[in-house]
C-alpha cells in the first residue's frame, strides 16, 4: 500500500491533526520525510486543517462542559499549538455571537455560564425547566461540585463564582 493511500484511509473515519496523521505513518513503516511531504499535500488539497480541528474540537469540549484550558491542553496532546488553538477559540467565538445575533438560539459561549450549568448537572439539579434553583448550603455538594468544575479544567475564579451563585440560588 502506498503512503497516499494509506493516509487518506486514516483520515477518513473522522478528522485528524498533522501531528496524528504524522505519528500513524511513521508507525506503518514510513519515514518522517515521507510522512511530512504526504501531510502537505493532504494540507495543500484541503483535506487536513489543523485550524479546523482545533475549532471543531472546542465546540465539542464545550458541549461537554469543559473550559477552554482543558481544551487547549487536550488540543496540545493531539498536537495542536496554543497559537492555532487560540486562532480557532476567537474564530469560533465570533461565530458564535454572530449566530446569537442572527436569531434566538440558546448558545452560550459565557465560561461562567458553562460552568454553572455543569455544576447544576453535576447535583442533579438541572432539567426541571425552573426558573431559579433554591440555594445549595451543604458544604459536601459544594465540593463536589468545584471537585467536578476543576477536573472540567475552570480556574478558581470561575468556580468561586459559581459556588456563590449556587449558595445564593441566583440565576444571573
Same mark, same amino acid.
Given at each position: 500500500? *502506498?503512503?497516499?493511500?494509506? $493516509?487518506?484511509?486514516? %483520515? ?9 496523521? #504524522? ?12 510522512? *511530512?511531504?504526504? %501531510?502537505? &499535500?493532504?494540507?495543500?488539497?484541503? /483535506? ?18 469543559? $473550559? ?6 487536550? !488540543?496540545?496532546?493531539?498536537? %495542536? ?14 461565530? &458564535? ?16 455560564? #458553562? $460552568?454553572?450549568?455543569?455544576? !447544576?448537572? /453535576? ?16 458544604? &459536601? ?5 468545584? +471537585? +467536578? ?17 449556587? &449558595? ?5
Amino acid at each position: 500500500m *502506498d503512503i497516499h493511500e494509506t $493516509a487518506l484511509r486514516y %483520515i477518513t473515519h473522522r478528522m485528524r491533526t498533522k501531528d496524528e496523521i #504524522r505519528k500513524n505513518l511513521i508507525g506503518k513503516g514510513f519515514t518522517a520525510e515521507e510522512a *511530512d511531504e504526504e %501531510i502537505e &499535500k493532504l494540507v495543500e488539497i484541503g /483535506c487536513v486543517n489543523d485550524k479546523a480541528y482545533a475549532k471543531a474540537y472546542i465546540e465539542y469540549a464545550f458541549e461537554k462542559g469543559k $473550559a477552554f484550558v482543558r481544551a487547549r491542553q487536550e !488540543l496540545k496532546t493531539r498536537g %495542536i499549538d496554543s497559537e492555532t488553538a487560540d486562532e480557532a477559540y476567537e474564530e469560533w467565538q465570533a461565530e &458564535k455571537e454572530e449566530q446569537e445575533e442572527e436569531g434566538p438560539q440558546r448558545v452560550s459561549a459565557d465560561e461562567k455560564q #458553562r $460552568a454553572y450549568i455543569q455544576a !447544576l448537572k /453535576c447535583l442533579g439539579i438541572l432539567g426541571g425547566g425552573e426558573s431559579g434553583t433554591a440555594p445549595v448550603t451543604e458544604e &459536601k455538594l459544594l465540593a463536589k461540585a468545584s +471537585r +467536578r468544575l476543576a477536573s472540567l479544567g475552570y480556574g478558581s475564579d470561575v468556580i468561586y463564582s459559581v459556588i456563590g451563585r449556587l &449558595k445564593s440560588g441566583t440565576e444571573e
